[in-house]
């Protein structure tokens, strides 16, 4: 037996509450806006939840007891979507509060043509059609057969025709659907799907959580198509499900040292120890400091990698958890970052290469991600990488970073440095009396 709308009424207006306090907390004075209140309120969120866990919680089912699950429903909760056999299935319907304020960024308006890459449940789909109207569309991709069937049912229970629910590979995009307006990725993203270069819109928008290496989690951005890229504007953090499908094989960040074809060779001791107590706790542990170092390695370093494995355990590398370096293939080299310390092996060229790029990151003041702009480019067509713009390449697409013109404005404060109200040129890659090689 379905919930009456008597047993969802108070339920759904807790559930608003709980929305509006939540938008507050984002900055938005007035809580949730309007026509996302009206959408979300015309789009029951039971009607789309049938058998769920919470995090690892017991098997729910909504037929089983209706009313004793409608408060775990419209709570804030991240709901895991489950098989027929009760196995979960690699989906979730999202935390409400930070979907909606995603959904928000991305400023949906009547009459847009929208795609939803990881469509799920259909939730998210239907309070879309709802923000887009009778005039406007929305394409939700879902690779998942047995989602994808249930949320094309529970849509046209409540009467959407303007949603259309597709069974494929969301990288894959919706050739017939575009240009699209305004695209929303609801999975963790390795390479941005280049289809969307060419199904989007000139100055549409793409909403895309992408995955960061060294930070174990996601830059949910808000990009800009212009022209031949895309541009970055707004970004959360944020973290989600993988995407599964054509290039989203994420190779070669995780590192088992012992499979090096050269470990063997080298870790019978160590070529370098240097100490480097850059945010570290007094029981050893790393602090926000060389947090934002992993992550400016990662975005910045070709070989990159976090490593793992039973090498680590050596009593000669102490508390290696969450360790993380350079491999330098070539030389045969490894430099490995952890707990206050860098540690070399097999020469020095890898931790030379580690120390220049920790003096590279110190002289532009330790940055953070707030410090850097992001553009999306196919590999083919990406600028070339300067002393201030790195290029990270994937699959298809090249993550091209740079420091923003203002990031080192503070050095003009500084007596022995030349610069303007906005700091030093940044074309000239040097910065106070430091000038650092290209990419290391």
Known sequence: MLPTEEDVAPHMAQFIAMLDAAFESYRSEDGLPANLRDAVQATPRHSFVHRFRVGSGPLLDLQDDPARHLPTIYSDEVMRHVDADGASLPSTNSQPSFVLWLLHMLDLRPGQRVLEIGSGSGWLAAVMAHLVGSEGHVTGIEIIPELAAQSRTDLAALGLAN??????????????????????????????????????????????????????????????????????????????????????????????????????????????????????????????????????????????????????????????????????????????????????YGGCAAIRRLARAFARWAAFGLPGMAAFGLEVWRIEAAPPATNWRWVERRDETALVWSLRPDATAWRSLLDDVEAGPTGPDPSSGRIGDYTHPPNG
Do not use: Y
């Not at 995407?243 to 190779?251: D, H, K, M, N």
């Not at 934002?292 to 793992?308: N, Y």
């Open 163 to 344: 949603v259309t629910i597709l069974t494929q590979d969301g990288t894959t995009g919706h050739s017939a659907g575009a240009p699209f307006d305004r695209v929303m990725i609801t999975a963790g993203t390795w390479d941005v799907p280049p289809v969307l270069f060419h199904q989007v819109a000139d100055h549409g928008h793409v909403l895309v959580p992408i995955e960061l290496r060294g930070t174990g989690g996601c830059q949910v951005t808000l990009l800009r198509r212009t022209g031949a890229h895309f541009v970055a504007g707004r970004s959360i953090a944020g973290w989600f499900v993988p995407l599964i499908g054509t290039g989203q094989e994420r190779t070669g960040i995780h590192r088992t040292l012992e499979n090096l074809p050269f470990w063997a060779e080298i870790a019978a001791m160590p070529t370098g120890r240097f100490k480097l107590p850059l945010g570290v706790a007094q029981d050893g542990h790393d602090g926000s400091a060389m947090r934002e170092f992993r992550a400016f390695l990662g975005r910045t370093e070709l070989g990159f990698a976090v490593f793992e494995g039973d090498a680590l355990k050596d009593a000669r590398t102490p508390k290696m958890a969450g360790t993380f370096g350079l491999v330098d293939e070539t030389a045969k080299a490894v430099a490995l970052c952890t707990s206050g310390e860098l540690i070399g």
